[in-house]
C-alpha cells in the first residue's frame, strides 16, 4: 500500500476531502504534532466518501494534487492515495486497518475537526476505529467539546478522545469555496502552492 508505512512510534491520520485543502488543515496537523508527540502524519484524501455530498467536487486525482501541493514541504507529512486509489467508498476503519497492519509497533492518532466527531457515532464500524486509533479533535466554534464528549459516551471512549490545544477554527473548505464562487481571492486561506494551483489550472473554475 503506497505511503502509509513508517517506523515512528506515533502515528497521525488525517482523513478529509481536502475540497480544497486550507490553513485550518495546515494547522491542525502542526498542534497535533506538538502535543502528541507524532513522529508521522499521514494525510489521506478521501476518494469516494459515502457519507458526503459530492458538492463542488473537482475529482479525487485533484483533491489528490491540492493536498500533496499543501503538505508537500512540511517536514514528518506524508500524503498517501490510498483512498484516492481504492475502488468503491472510503471507508475510515478499512484505511486504518491497513495503515496499523503496516505500523504494528505505533500508537495511532486520527485526527479529525469537532464537527466531524460529532457524527463519529454514524460513521461505519465506530467502534473498530476506536480499536486501532485514539482521536484527536480539533475545536470548531459551531461544536462544543459536550456535544463530542456525548458523542463518544454511548461507544465507552471518551478516553480514547483528546481535544487538540489550539485556537477554534472557523474556517472551511466550503468557505473558501464560496469565496472562489464570488470571484475573491484565497491567498490568505489556503497554502500559497494551492492559491497558484486553483487560479492556474481554474479548479473550480465552472463556479466562477
Given at each position: 500500500?503506497?505511503?502509509?508505512?513508517t517506523a515512528g512510534r506515533r502515528i497521525g491520520v488525517f482523513g478529509s476531502a481536502f475540497n480544497p485543502p486550507q490553513n485550518a488543515h495546515i494547522a491542525v496537523?502542526?498542534?497535533?504534532?506538538?502535543?502528541?508527540g507524532l513522529d508521522r502524519v499521514i494525510?489521506?484524501?478521501?476518494?469516494s466518501a459515502y457519507h458526503k455530498d459530492s458538492e463542488s467536487d473537482p475529482g479525487p486525482g485533484t483533491r489528490l494534487a491540492m493536498a500533496r501541493a499543501a503538505f508537500g514541504g512540511m517536514k514528518g507529512v506524508a500524503v498517501s492515495p490510498v483512498e484516492v486509489e481504492r475502488k468503491g467508498p472510503s471507508y475510515t476503519y478499512v484505511t486504518l486497518e491497513e495503515i496499523a497492519?503496516?505500523?504494528?509497533?505505533?500508537?495511532?492518532h486520527l485526527l479529525m475537526g469537532a464537527d466531524m466527531a460529532r457524527g463519529f457515532g454514524g460513521w461505519k464500524q465506530p467502534e473498530r476505529i476506536l480499536e486501532l486509533a485514539r482521536i484527536g479533535v480539533?475545536?470548531?466554534?459551531d461544536v462544543s467539546r459536550d456535544?463530542?464528549?456525548a458523542t463518544f459516551e454511548p461507544l465507552g471512549a471518551v478516553d480514547r478522545v483528546s481535544f487538540?490545544?489550539?485556537p477554534t477554527v472557523d474556517l472551511s473548505s466550503s468557505l473558501v469555496r464560496g469565496r472562489i464562487g464570488a470571484g475573491k481571492t484565497v491567498s490568505d486561506v489556503v497554502p500559497a502552492a494551492v492559491a497558484e494551483m486553483i487560479d492556474n489550472e481554474g479548479v473550480?473554475?465552472?463556479e466562477q
Open positions: 500500500m503506497p505511503d502509509t508505512g496537523v502542526e498542534a497535533a504534532i506538538r502535543q502528541f494525510v489521506v484524501p478521501t476518494g497492519s503496516e505500523n504494528s509497533d505505533s500508537e495511532i480539533a475545536p470548531r466554534s456535544e463530542v464528549v487538540i490545544d489550539m473550480y473554475g465552472s
